[in-house]
């Protein structure tokens, strides 16, 4: 490895524990005046990493690894968040920043800084400048550290996804890019500008030629929208250079600002916006769908990961659970409105968060083959120094840390040879195993044969009970016939046995295991050499031990030293590495050995059977050359008696003719038919009485010795040819020989097994015996049984006939009834045709929109959660509302107050006039004014109980309207208790108002008082104008509410009709069903009773087929025991030996079993007949069964049906009776939502039914 910074350690630890990807949560402050519009926060942050959301019923909590609150700064930001990911960037790691969020929720800011400042040198500067500054500050550092053997390369590119194409911000006039894959680059865009950066401040003139070029438009809810994801990647490439060994390390570090997700009812988008915001919202959602697809894969799931289903997962696959290191700003907005955004965006963050990364550092080493020799053999010296206990003071940091990678060159040696003694152990291995597979194969063939033996002593015992059971029902005799099919039995199991000795599997054995055995010892007495191979192994493992000790002690001492600290711990490590290593190696050898012991001594078993075998053989050959030394003796004692009867026979020859006779019958007799010393015997002593009586001439002795001359050199070549001959037969014999041993051995053994079995044969047999008894008797009940089946079968004939008939009729029918068919068959085929494409139109969409359902099941839950927000946020509105209506009755209880006291006062004044009436008479002009004043007054008063008639009527209105309301709205139940005490209230005010007119009446003085109080009464009447006003409102949103209601009703009346025509066309057509089911019904009733006139006619034919059977049973016994008689005399008259039949009985006995076999043929499929007959009756009254059931269930439906129309009829006179009572005033109305839910249900349940009767004509129509 090449040398790095000292931190490299540390961050190769972190980068092991932090591969998952980090999740910073950002809280954007509030804007001026959203706090009362949004009616509050709805979160707040806990802790620095804890967030708590407030949604009901409970509140949610989310932990991440940093949460900022609403006032943290960029820096800090910063800090938390990018310090890390450059860092590991310095050091060969891939890092990734990117933030998501809603739109206004910050991500922008938090990225970039404020959108009206161009330069990047204020305080609000976002993360990517700040990342910039950082970087260069890391790369001039490490340059001031390593001086002129570092170098560093720093590039840049700009990348704009818009509308799922991608853009080059470096490039105005690019047009749409391509992503391309490559094996060590990974994902890249093809034809993208890299600027070189070499400060700061260059990145930054690139950052805003960029991001002017990015697209940016203002929506209702942002005033600089970002419309396209922007994606800045920097490569930094690092070289490093000691003893001409080149180091380079490459990193990316992608910064990337995601558009934000919008809804259309919040953002108000139309044409292209919209479009935008659809594809932003896609390529989010993907990216959502990633990460879900990422968590699952790291849960054990089997899953695809679509990476490719957007440009932007794609781009960023390596950021997403690849090689990266990873952070996500996640945005979000405090207020109540963006309560579904911000749960939404907290999910995405919580799932992002279980993601694990497999970063890695990106690092290659480059440089010559001798540069590269030449710096092991200064590690090996260095090394050597550190043994011999030298310091190391100029040793330089990069060459300590390389010194750990190469290792002590002496310990790789003794690995390798270590490893080609496990390569040798493999080997052998491998020549065992093939070993074993040659040994499982003999197994297999001997298993093989132990099954043919097994099937052979089978084949024998079923002959051995065959014939136990002919001789003990025959006396001990067998038949002809049957004594031939025994013979040519046995004569092809002498010929399996034969193929089976000539095809031995011991023979294969015994060949394999010779060949083996063979090459064995080839390859043993080749083993010298490995014996030397192996002492050498056992010598280098010897020093390896003794070499791996002497480390180990000098590590041991130099654990004391505190010097090269560094190269003690790389020597450790090493030599703890190649320990491990030898330990694997010897435990390998070991069970090497272990092998190679086994098979040696499997190979000693295989010599001692082999052997052993050998011995056997040799035995035998012995005894075969005894047999063959017997037989020669036989043949020349043979000859000698042959030669000796020639002898006499010459010298008793008279005439030449005689000898030429005796010549040719000697001749005859020398045949290797007749050369047998009994038979030459016989012939002499017959012939020599007929020679020995007749005299001898002797002109004929010249011609006699002739004659024997020429006999005596025929004989000779005889007896050569017949030597050749008896050498081919004693080789013959031999084999023979050996064969019959072998049968001899096998015959012994299945004796054995034959005497064995008998016994159980004699247990079986009993058994069979009373099983036979057992089957006589059923014999005789299905012969009973054939009778019934015999009749049945006759009347079955009958209906067939009858059913032949009808069906002629039937087919005539049927043709006129297929032509219809198929016309209907062909327009069937047609629609099938569409609806099939109809079909798989919606699997698509089916598919598709299982695809929508997961994304929507989210949204689903999120906006639970926002109605949830809403509804207590309205809950909270209705109790404002409540309290001030509250305050208007304490304000009402106050007036009436008022009223009261004014009341009393004028009575207090009708009091002084009344006295004052009295008093003073002089007023009466005064009286005479107040007495028209009073007449206005009057007029004003009748005006006044006009508007309370108004009022009045108004009231009844809103008694009608606030019953309507209370049957609305349930919840309001104490407000109705609440508006029936002022509605009592007002009456009782209308009495005092009443009495208050009367005591006007008599009011004659002080009209100034009176004037007064009429500009108070005025006063009254504005604020119950007013009052009116909002009730008239109140009472027109209750008309309209009642129209809705009524439209409702007209609709869901509609509704209900339209159900109704459909339920009485689904009642004809099922009674039209249950017609056919009838019909169906009788005709299956007509098929039972033909079948069953067929089962008895088939019975009465099986009752004749069992008597003639029974007849020809009792004839063919009778001939059996002729047969048994005659065999018994041909037993007591004939040998022993088996001979052939006559032919008249063989015919006889093959004309009865063939007759047995017919009559037994001919029942069999007589009962098979009744057996399907029947299985049919059987089927066709559970069809009965099924249709009476099916007919019950049309009957219920009907009965339904019926009951659906009156409730039908019920429901719409109660609309009717609604509808009068709603014209009538004053009438209270039945709840509305309860006759909704009424409606509701009843349309529910017709639903149903209607989707049960569908379902029955379905299965009725197949």
Same mark, same amino acid.
């Given at each position: ?55 009901? +019923? ?19 930001? &910063? ?13 060969? *790691? ?34 990517? +400048? ?21 170098? =560093?390369?720093?590039?840049?590119? =700009? ?72 994606? &800045? ?215 093989? =044969? ?8 089978? /084949? ?17 005799? /067998?038949? +002809? ?23 031995? +599997? ?41 070499? &791996? ?204 097994? &034959? ?68 016309k209907e068959m062909g327009e069937l085929s047609s629609r099938h045709m569409n609806v099939q494409l109809q079909l798989d139109n919606v699997r698509l969409e089916y598919e598709n929109i299982l695809e929508r359902k997961t994304s929507l099941q989210d949204d689903y839950d999120n906006l639970q959660e926002i109605l949830k927000f809403e509804t207590d946020q309205l809950m909270q509105q209705l109790t404002d509302s409540k309290q001030e209506t509250e ?228 004839? *063919? ?8 008689? /005659? ?37 069999i499929t007589l009962e098979c007949l009744v057996s399907e007959l029947n299985e049919e009756r059987d089927a066709k009254n559970s069809e009965i069964l099924r249709l009476k059931a099916q007919l019950c269930e049309l009957e219920n439906l009907r009965l339904e049906m019926q009951e659906l129309m009156e409730s039908n009829r019920n429901l719409q006179s109660q609309l009717e009776e609604v509808k009068r009572g709603r014209k009538i005033s004053g009438t209270k109305y039945p709840d509305i939502k309860d006759l909704r839910e009424r409606d509701k249900e009843i349309a529910e349940g017709k639903l149903a039914k209607s989707k049960a009767l569908e379902e029955t004509l379905k299965l009725h129509q197949s």
């Open positions: 490895m090449a040398p790095g910074s000292k931190g490299d350690t540390a961050l190769a630890a972190s980068s092991a524990e932090g591969d998952a990807i980090k999740v910073f949560v950002r809280v954007r402050p509030l804007e001026e005046g959203t706090v009362l519009a949004d009616n509050g926060l709805c979160l707040s942050v806990l802790s620095s990493n804890t967030i708590r959301l407030n949604s009901k +019923p409970e509140p949610k909590i989310f932990t991440f690894d940093h949460v900022a609150d609403v006032d943290t700064t960029q820096e800090s930001v &910063f800090s938390s968040v990018a310090k890390k990911i450059v860092e590991s960037c310095m050091n060969g *790691y891939n890092g990734t920043i990117f933030a998501y969020g809603q739109t206004g929720s910050g991500k922008t800011f938090t990225m970039m800084g404020p959108p009206d400042s161009d330069n990047f040198t204020h305080n609000l500067r976002g993360v990517i +400048p700040r990342s910039f500054e950082y970087l260069f500050f890391l790369i001039e550092r490490e340059k001031e550290k390593a001086g002129a053997e570092k170098s =560093f390369l720093c590039k840049c590119s =700009f990348i704009e996804i818009y509308n799922e194409q991608l853009f080059d911000l470096l490039d105005s006039a690019s047009a749409g890019l391509f992503l391309r894959e490559h094996i060590t680059k990974g994902v890249f865009v093809v034809g993208a500008v890299e600027q070189v950066l070499t400060s700061a401040a260059e990145a930054y003139k690139v950052l805003t030629t960029g991001w002017r070029n990015r697209r940016v438009a203002s929506t209702s809810m942002n005033r600089e929208s970002s419309r396209s994801h922007a994606v &800045f990647t920097i490569t930094v490439e690092s070289m490093e250079k000691t003893n001409d060994v080149m180091n380079i390390r490459s990193s990316l570090l992608n910064l990337v600002d995601l558009a934000g997700s919008e809804r259309q009812k919040d953002t108000h988008t139309e044409g292209v916006r919209l479009k935008e915001a659809g594809n932003i919202n896609r390529s989010l959602s993907c990216l959502g769908q990633v990460i879900t697809a990422l968590v699952d894969v790291g849960n054990g799931k089997q899953r695809h990961i679509c990476y490719r289903d957007s440009r932007l997962t794609f781009l960023l696959r390596d950021s997403l659970g690849g090689n990266a290191k990873t952070c996500i700003i996640a945005n979000i907005n405090p207020g109540s409105r963006c309560f579904g955004e911000t749960l939404s965006t907290l999910n995405f963050a919580q799932r992002a968060k279980l993601i694990k990364n497999k970063a890695v550092i990106n690092e290659d080493t480059q440089g010559n083959v001798k540069q590269l020799q030449s710096e092991v053999k200064k590690l090996k010296e260095q090394l050597a120094l550190l043994n011999s206990g030298q310091s190391l003071q100029d040793a330089s940091l990069p060459t300590a840390t390389l010194t750990r990678d190469v290792g002590n060159a002496d310990y790789l040696n003794h690995f390798l040879e270590a490893m080609l003694l496990l390569e040798k152990a493999e080997s052998e291995r491998k020549m065992l195993l093939e070993k074993v597979a040659q040994l499982e194969d003999l197994c297999v063939k001997k298993e093989k =044969f132990i099954q043919s033996n097994k099937m052979i002593v089978k /084949f024998r015992e079923d002959h051995i009970t065959r014939l136990e059971k002919l001789h003990k029902e025959a006396h001990g005799s /067998f038949l +002809p016939s049957e004594q031939e099919k025994l013979f040519g039995e046995l004569k092809e199991e002498l010929k399996i046995l034969r193929e089976q000795v000539e095809q031995h +599997p011991r023979v294969a054995k015994y060949a394999m295991e010779n060949h083996a055995l063979r090459e064995e010892n080839k390859r043993l007495r080749s083993l010298q050499s490995v014996k030397s191979a192996q002492d050498i192994d056992a010598q280098a493992m010897a020093e390896l031990e003794k070499i &791996f000790l002497e480390a180990s002690g000098r590590e041991s001492n130099k654990r004391g030293q505190q010097m090269c600290s560094t190269a003690s711990s790389t020597d450790s490590s090493s030599s703890e590495k190649l320990k491990e290593r030898l330990l694997a190696t010897q435990s390998e050898l070991a069970s090497s050995k272990q092998e190679h012991e086994e098979f040696k001594e499997l190979t000693k078993k295989k010599q001692i059977e082999l052997e052993s075998e050998l011995l056997s053989l040799q035995k035998a050959n012995q005894h075969l050359e005894k047999i063959l030394e017997a037989t020669k003796a036989c043949k020349r004692q043979e000859v000698s008696h042959l030669n000796k009867i020639h002898r006499e026979t010459l010298k008793n020859i008279a005439t030449p003719t005689k000898a030429y006779q005796l010549r040719s019958r000697l001749v005859a007799r020398f045949t290797p038919e007749t050369l047998s010393p009994e038979s030459v015997d016989i012939q002499s002593s017959g012939d020599n009485d007929y020679i020995f009586n007749e005299p001898m001439p002797p002109e004929m002795n010249e011609q006699a010795y002739e004659a024997v001359a020429e006999e005596l050199r025929v004989a000779q070549e005889e007896l050569s040819t017949l030597q050749i001959k008896l050498d081919a037969e004693e080789s013959k014999t031999v084999k023979l020989q050996q064969h019959i041993n072998k049968l001899e051995h096998h015959s012994s053994q299945v004796q054995e097994l &034959f005497a064995s079995e008998r016994s159980n044969w004699q247990t079986e047999k009993q058994g069979l015996l009373e099983k036979l008894d057992y089957l006589e008797k059923q014999y005789q009940d299905t012969q009973s049984k054939a009778d019934m089946l015999n009749t049945e079968v006759r009347d079955l004939r009958i209906v067939l006939q009858s059913a032949d008939k009808d069906l002629s009729a039937v087919k005539m029918e049927y043709d006129h009834f297929r032509r219809t068919q198929e305050a208007l009755k304490t304000e009402l209880w106050n007036a009436l107050g008022l009223l009261e006291s004014e009341k009393e006062h004028n009575q207090k004044l009708t009091m002084q006039l009344q006295e004052d009436k009295e008093h003073n008479s002089k007023e009466h002009l005064k009286i005479s004014e107040l007495v028209e004043l009073e007449k206005q007054y009057s007029e004003i008063v009748s005006r006044c109980e006009q508007q309370e008639i108004k009022l009045q009527n108004l009231e009844q209105n809103l008694t009608a309207s606030e019953e309507v309301i209370v049957s609305l709205q349930k919840t309001n139940a104490a407000d109705k208790e609440v508006v029936s005490d002022l509605m009592n209230q007002i009456q009782d005010m209308r009495i005092s108002i009443s009495r208050k007119t009367e005591c006007i009446e008599g009011l004659t003085s002080e009209l100034e008082d009176v004037k007064c109080k009429y500009n108070s009464a005025l006063a009254a009447k504005e604020e119950s104008r007013a009052v009116i006003e909002d009730q008239e409102k109140q009472i027109e949103e209750l008309r309209e509410a009642l129209e809705r209601a009524q439209a409702a009703d007209r609709i869901e009346k509609e509704i209900i009709c339209e159900e109704l025509q459909h339920t009485t066309e689904q009642l004809s057509s099922l009674t039209e069903a249950s017609k056919k089911h009838a019909a169906l019904l009788q005709s299956a009733q007509e098929d039972l009773i033909r079948k069953e006139a067929l089962i008895q006619e088939l019975q009465e034919q099986l009752d004749k087929r069992t008597g003639e059977l029974e007849n020809r049973r009792s004839e *063919y016994e009778a001939k059996v025991c002729q047969i048994d008689q /005659f065999m018994d005399s041909a037993v007591t008259t004939l040998p022993q030996s088996p001979r052939t039949p006559p032919n008249s009985l063989a015919r006889l006995f093959e004309t009865h079993e063939q007759e047995i076999a017919d009559r037994t043929a001919s029942a």
